[in-house]
């Protein structure tokens, strides 16, 4: 019984599709972007008043990078886009040590 419930799972790891991991990245990618650059452009409105020109124009940059790596993640290019979401990511994060 043990058996066989371990050689269905190593055929089920055996039969993954290489291109379906790939729509997987591409997804993963693009929907990671689209919500970093809502986050970064939504705090920059929040932050427009009151705070240093800075702060809004770091979240506002870091939105931008994170919308391109969006886009480079949809076109196929996963492992840019990953950098540039973390790069992103740490300019916003930037942003808010002005504050």
């Known amino acids: 019984m043990a058996e066989d419930l371990a050689e269905d799972l190593a055929e089920d790891f055996e ?4 291109a379906e991991d790939a729509r997987r ?3 993963t990618a693009t929907g990671t ?3 970093l650059t ?5 705090a920059s409105l929040m932050r427009l008043s009151g705070v ?3 702060v809004p124009v770091a979240y506002a940059a870091g939105a931008a990078v994170c919308a391109f790596a969006g886009v480079l993640g949809a076109k196929g290019r996963t492992r840019r886009s990953l950098w540039l979401l973390i790069v992103g990511t740490m300019v916003m994060a930037l942003g808010d040590q002005f504050d």
Do not use: F, M, N, Y
Request: aromatic share 6%; no cysteine.
């Open 15 to 18: 039969e993954e599709d290489p």
């Open 25 to 27: 990245a591409r997804w």
């Open 33 to 35: 972007g689209a919500l």
């Open 38 to 42: 809502l986050a970064g452009v939504t």
């Open 52 to 54: 240093p020109a800075l």
